[in-house]
T-cell receptor, first 113, second 110 residues
């Protein structure tokens, strides 16, 4: 699975968009980009995933560059409850192989009033 | 609400003892995975179970073992506890696309 690189920390003003970058230059053609987040004292929470196309759901948008070497997670209107560590993970999506996620240190996002 | 519950929430053990952590998942979660998270680090994959058999393991010694039961519950067993085993232990139920994590068991080894 691809190695990912993320900034250690970021700040965002409440109500503004939070844009979290991730580099995955070694990603292979069959690896998806997954995002999870972990709010303090809780287990990680799935946010979104994608392969080539941009994706959007009720939580966030995922923008993947055409060469797939990097991506950006966008929280359109950040709230204080979005303060968390955000993990970008490269993963081959075979049925039943979802268990072995390789978490790095992630990006600590602080949303400030 | 993830549909994954873990017990107990906190546990204190002594070095050399054995511990069993429990997890209950929900119908539709066809895999169960366990992770160890040390303070300030990301979760580390321990192993995964599918249809009650281990089908993937991270870099953990054999004293870490597990069971998965037909009713979507599972256990993590750790023998001969060491001080470095102190961590948050997370269980996750999985579908083909995503994992649903419980809130974890905080284990302290003294």
């Amino acid at each position: 699975d691809a190695k990912t690189t993320q900034p250690t920390s970021m700040d965002c003003a409440e109500g503004r968009a939070a844009n979290l970058p991730c580099n995955h230059s070694t990603i292979s053609g069959n690896e998806y980009v997954y995002w999870y987040r972990q709010i303090h004292s809780q287990g990680p929470q799935y946010i979104i995933h994608g392969l080539k196309n941009n994706e959007t759901n009720e939580m966030a948008s995922l923008i993947i560059t055409e060469d797939r070497k990097s991506s950006t997670l966008i929280l359109p209107h950040a709230t204080l409850r979005d303060t968390a560590v955000y993990y970008c993970i490269g993963l081959r999506n075979y049925g039943g192989s979802q268990g072995n996620l390789i978490f790095g240190k992630g990006t600590k996002l602080s949303v400030k009033p | 609400e993830t549909g994954v519950t873990q017990s107990p929430t906190h546990l204190i053990k002594t070095r050399g003892q054995q511990v069993t952590l429990r997890c209950s998942s929900q119908s539709g979660h066809n895999t169960v995975s366990w992770y160890q998270q040390a303070l300030g680090q990301g979760p580390q994959f321990i192993f995964q179970y599918y249809r009650e058999e281990e089908n993937g393991r991270g870099n953990f010694p054999p004293r870490f073992s597990g069971l998965q039961f037909p009713n979507y519950s599972s256990e993590l067993n750790v023998n001969a506890l060491e001080l470095d085993d102190s961590a948050l232990y997370l269980c996750a139920g999985g579908t083909a696309e995503k994992l649903f994590f419980g809130s974890g068991t905080q284990l302290s080894v003294l």
